[in-house]
């Protein structure tokens, strides 16, 4: 599925599309792109894990790996309690759950209303690079000035809005 996942993608960077559909998902072309290469990287981790519970323990060495991927420098990463991932959750919720129409052009007018300025995925392209996001959230460098901020997102239809400056 990943590869059928990276061809849709790669056809879509050809067209300079800002959005796919994959398997009845719509996917944001820039957003994709680290989706494909986090995949990448837990394909890679469930491979080596693999590899090396198959080895036989004695050629097993602490802290080496079945390849050499700077993924595999002995460092462990450890998951660090994050306060705000409730509030983040509580929100995607609420903004996805507030979509009054899949019509594009009412949605927009009842987003406008409540947020002021908003942007469709091609007008945000041109606005913002993007840095990183979590749903609902995108961190953004704004191209005008080059300040960091971020805006807020809804899935369907695919809007930004609630610019804030950091």
């Given amino acids: 599925m990943l590869e059928r996942f990276k061809v849709a993608h790669q056809a879509a960077v050809s067209m300079k599309a800002d959005t796919f559909v994959f398997d009845g998902y719509e996917f944001v072309v820039g957003y994709a792109k680290y989706l494909i290469e986090h995949l ?29 991927n700077a ?3 002995g460092k462990v990463m450890t998951p660090i309690p994050d306060d705000t991932e409730d509030r ?8 996805n ?3 009054e129409s899949d019509d594009v052009l009412t949605e ?5 209303a409540r947020y002021g300025q908003l942007w469709d995925a ?9 840095l990183g996001f979590m749903a609902p959230y995108v ?6 000035d080059g300040h960091k901020g971020s805006l807020e997102f809804q899935h369907l239809p695919r809007f930004y809005f ?3 400056l950091d």
């Fill in 162 to 164: 609630n610019f804030v």
């Fill in 71 to 73: 993924c595999h420098s």
């Fill in 97 to 99: 759950s507030t979509v």
């Fill in 139 to 144: 961190v953004v460098r704004r191209r005008s």
């Fill in 40 to 68: 990448n990287e837990i394909l890679h981790e469930e491979h080596c894990n693999v590899t090396d519970q198959a080895r036989p323990k004695a050629q097993s060495v602490p802290g080496e790996s079945c390849c050499t």
């Fill in 108 to 112: 927009r007018k009842r987003l406008e």
């Fill in 122 to 130: 091609a007008q945000a392209a041109d606005d913002f690079a993007v």
């Fill in 88 to 95: 983040r959750r509580r929100r995607l919720v609420e903004i």
